[in-house]
C-alpha cells in the first residue's frame, strides 16, 4: 500500500491572543490507499477540524497535509465528503441530487447511468429515486447522501459521523452496506465517530484522538476478518479491542 494522505506537525489554532482556541495537533500521521481509519475521540478534540483541513476548506495554522501527492491549499475536489447533517437539495429528487454531484464536476450523467443504477441498488434505494428528501427517512436520506458523495468515483472519502443522527438498528444497516461497499470499490475512508463498536467494526486503524487539543494517542490496527457481522462483532477478539480503546479513554477521564 503506498501513503495517500500525510499529515506533518498539522496544527489548528482558532482565533489569536487572549482569545485564541487551540483545537488540534500537532498531529504526524499517514493514511494507506484503500485503508478504512476511522478518528476516534471526546467531543471537542478537532476530528471535525482535521476533516476539513483535508479537504481543503479549513487554512491549517501550522504543518502540511499531502493528498495524493500534492500539497493542499485549497478546496479538493476528488473526495467525496458526507457530514452528519446531509446536503442534499430539497428540490431535487434523489436521482436529481445524486446526478447534481456530477454536473458540478462537468460530468454528463447520461454517461453515468449504470453506475448510478448500480449505487442505488447497493444501498437500496433503486425504487425511490424520483422521491423528493421529504418524502424519505432519515437513514434513506443519508443513505443518498452515501450516493451523492460515491458517484464520481472519489479515491479518498471523508465522512464525518454519517450516522450519528441516525437509530441503532437504521445504523447497524448502513454500515453493513457502507462496509460492503468499501470493500467492492476500496475507496480510501476517514471516518469520524464517537462510537467505540462502530469503529472497530468498520476500520482496518484506529486512530484514538486525545481530548483537545487533539493529538493521535494511539493507532490500533484492527486485525478482524471481513465483512464484520455478528459473529465477529461477538468474537472475544473483538471484545478485546473494545476494551484496549476504553482504557485510553477512561484514563483520560473521558468516560
Ligand atoms: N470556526 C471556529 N471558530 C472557533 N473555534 C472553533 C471553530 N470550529 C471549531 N472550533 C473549536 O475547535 C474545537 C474542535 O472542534 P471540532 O468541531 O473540530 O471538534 P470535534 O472533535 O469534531 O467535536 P464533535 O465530536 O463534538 O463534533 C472545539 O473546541 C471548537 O469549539
Known amino acids: 500500500m503506498s501513503t495517500l494522505i500525510d499529515l506533518a506537525g498539522v496544527t ?9 482556541v487551540h483545537a488540534f495537533g500537532p498531529v504526524d500521521m499517514t493514511i494507506e490507499d484503500g485503508e478504512f481509519i476511522s478518528l476516534l475521540g471526546p467531543s471537542g478534540c478537532g476530528k471535525s477540524t482535521l476533516m476539513l483541513m483535508i479537504a481543503g476548506l479549513l487554512s491549517i495554522t501550522k504543518g502540511e497535509i499531502t493528498l495524493a501527492d500534492r500539497k493542499v491549499t485549497g478546496p479538493q475536489t476528488d473526495i467525496g465528503i458526507m457530514f452528519q447533517d446531509n446536503t442534499l437539495v430539497p428540490w431535487r429528487t434523489v436521482r436529481g441530487n445524486i446526478d447534481l454531484q456530477l454536473e458540478m464536476r462537468g460530468i454528463d450523467p447520461a454517461s453515468r447511468e ?3 443504477e448500480e449505487l442505488l441498488r447497493s444501498v437500496h434505494l433503486q425504487d425511490f429515486q424520483e422521491r423528493f428528501p421529504h418524502e424519505l427517512s432519515g437513514g434513506m436520506q443519508q443513505r443518498a447522501a452515501f450516493c451523492q458523495a460515491m458517484v464520481h468515483k472519489p479515491k479518498t472519502m471523508l465522512l464525518d459521523e454519517p450516522l450519528g443522527k441516525l437509530d441503532a438498528m437504521t445504523r447497524e444497516n448502513i454500515r453493513k452496506d457502507l462496509q460492503s461497499l468499501w470493500m467492492q470499490k476500496r475507496p480510501t475512508v476517514v471516518f469520524v465517530t464517537h462510537s467505540i463498536e462502530e ?15 487533539g493529538r493521535i494517542e494511539r493507532i490500533i490496527d484492527i486485525d478482524l476478518p471481513f465483512p464484520r457481522d455478528f ?9 478485546a479491542y473494545v476494551r484496549e480503546t476504553q482504557e485510553i479513554f477512561r484514563n483520560y477521564g473521558v468516560i
Open 114 to 116: 449504470d453506475d448510478v
Open 199 to 213: 469503529a472497530i467494526q468498520l476500520s482496518t486503524r484506529v486512530a484514538v484522538i486525545t481530548p483537545r487539543p
Open 12 to 20: 489548528k489554532v482558532f482565533g489569536s491572543g487572549a482569545g485564541a
Open 231 to 239: 459473529d465477529v462483532k461477538s468474537s472475544p477478539e473483538f471484545t
